[in-house]
């Protein structure tokens, strides 16, 4: 069901200020700067949401995290990009479906010259992959799926073409020569998120931080895991809103 502007979440926007008075905006208003007009330079960006402590998960899934108005910038942000990228570990334990559901926002990226939905891409190292997935079990999905493995997936209705790379940079810099996607949204899991800034591919970071103390859970995690950047990377903040107790960060990496 789509919701409707008047009952959308409404961020307050600390960094930038805007103005003297305090503005409210829309999950897309406060996204109008991410996508840039013909952009031919390719960026990845990673978004996560995770507690104060630093756990991106509850007992295994992240959607205790979050709510409404993290659901809203999670959308705004796959309406933009090109492509979404993510570990078929977290395709599997999220249960995803196709990328974008809301058939006006679908209407709307056409009108701006993009494919009705972002290109589906899933790095998986064994290609196992439940075809009746909702992801894999859409028509009007387009699914690359990135491995090192040969063999396909069984049979499923989704349109899957496959980039067989040694290294995930090999396979991101494919995806712009061959699917012109340069606008890339990683959204995990941890040791996908590890190995792309260990090749130093993240070059921006979007961060929900839940107002919770989770604690040392079982199926806790953190952001990354079993990989580092070979060392740590500078971040800078562009952007922090706030939406009740929830802040809602936008870091650029600093190159050096």
Not at 210 to 225: F, I, K, Q, W
């Amino acid at each position: 069901m789509t919701v409707h502007e008047t009952e959308a979440p409404r961020f307050l926007s600390l960094i930038p200020k805007s103005g003297v008075r305090a503005t409210s905006l829309t999950a897309d208003e406060a996204l109008s700067h991410w996508r840039r007009e013909n952009e031919d330079q390719q960026r990845l960006a990673l978004n996560m949401i995770a507690s104060v402590d630093g756990r991106i998960a509850v007992a295994g899934r992240s959607a205790p995290l979050g709510g409404p108005a993290d659901r809203a910038l999670f959308h705004a942000l796959r309406a933009r990009a090109d492509a979404v990228v993510v570990a078929a570990g977290t395709v599997r334990s999220e249960h995803y479906g196709p990328i974008i559901r809301d058939l006006d926002v679908r209407d709307r990226r056409e009108r701006q010259g993009l494919p009705a939905q972002p290109l589906a891409v899933i790095v998986s190292r064994t290609l196992d992959l439940d075809p009746t997935l909702p992801l894999l079990a859409d028509r009007s999905s387009h699914v690359v799926i990135l491995t090192q493995a040969t063999g396909d997936v069984p049979y499923c209705r989704a349109k899957v073409d496959y980039i067989r790379s040694a290294t995930l940079a090999a396979g991101l810099a494919e995806l712009a020569a061959n699917y012109r996607a340069h606008l890339l949204l990683c959204e995990g899991g941890p040791t996908l998120n590890a190995s792309l800034a260990a090749e130093s591919l993240i070059d921006e970071l979007f961060l929900s931080i839940s107002p919770l103390l989770v604690g040392d859970t079982p199926g806790g995690g953190s952001m990354l895991h079993g990989g580092a950047p070979r060392s740590p990377l500078a971040l800078e903040l562009r952007m922090l809103l706030k939406h009740d107790s929830q802040l809602y960060a936008h870091y650029t990496a600093r190159r050096t």
